[in-house]
């Protein structure tokens, strides 16, 4: 596997590895967690962000699915132990696909702007949505 060198603005973003989405039927996620445990290692390392990203409940005042009957198990929005979460990283609870206007990942002003770099296990629905709005809302320095 090749090594890419991290550039002085690079800050790691871990999008929903929690149990209870891992935990899923439909998903099989070892290869993703231990990447994603490995970057953020990485990052760590390197002296760069790390911010990680659970998902819990749903935006206030949606309404256009039925709310589940089924209650979470407690650990549900729980990050994965496998990323080695540390003091310094950054933690965002979000209550939708992308995160929560209300709880922006505030990244350091270390000189400006970091490049981001993502890494989740629903690459089509949490991981790229939230690229998305970090890209909408670079002009705004919330992320």
Do not use: C, Y
């Not at 589940?68 to 080695?84: C, F, I, Y």
């Not at 950054?90 to 209300?102: A, E, G, L, Q």
């Not at 270390?110 to 709005?133: C, D, K, N, Q």
């Amino acid at each position: 596997m090749p090594v890419t060198a991290l550039d002085d603005s690079s800050a790691l973003l871990v999008i929903d590895l929690q149990e209870g989405i891992v935990s899923l039927p439909t998903i099989d996620p070892a290869a993703v967690v231990w990447s994603a445990g490995r970057a953020s290692r990485a990052f760590r390392s390197a002296g760069r962000p790390v911010v990680l990203v659970n998902v819990a409940g749903g935006a206030p005042g949606r309404n256009e699915l039925p709310k589940s009957s089924r209650t979470p198990a407690p650990n549900w929005t729980d990050l994965v132990p496998q990323l080695g979460t540390v003091e310094s990283d950054h933690r965002v609870t979000k209550k939708n696909w992308d995160r929560s206007p209300d709880r922006p990942a505030r990244l350091p002003a270390e000189g400006g702007r970091h490049t981001r770099r993502a890494a989740g296990i629903a690459t089509s629905i949490g991981v790229e949505s939230t690229a998305r709005s970090a890209t909408n809302s670079a002009t705004t320095s919330r992320w």
